[in-house]
């Protein structure tokens, strides 16, 4: 069970909203594809989001810059 706190008050006086979703409600055969096509549309900046790209053969590097949190977003790039 996960406990968090939050404001009762909030929550009835500024009418929140307080609601559950599983991955994002995200369905993947309708979402996926519409991601592409706007990412090849330029709505959607990925590419400012990759951090480092690296070869599968350096992937251990990769999860070393995770640990150190000297990365945010990284890719394998196959050659």
Do not use: W
Not at 9 to 32: F, W
Not at 52 to 65: A, P, S, V
């Amino acid at each position: 069970m996960l406990d968090f706190n939050y404001h009762q008050r909030a929550l009835v006086g500024q009418e929140k909203t307080l609601k559950g979703s599983y991955l994002g409600s995200c369905v993947p055969s309708r979402d996926i594809p519409a991601y592409i096509e706007l990412y090849k549309s330029g709505g959607l900046e990925v590419d400012k989001l990759i951090t480092h790209r690296l070869k599968l053969e350096d992937i251990n590097e990769g999860f070393e810059r995770l640990a150190k949190g000297d990365a945010v977003r990284q890719i394998v790039v196959f050659d």
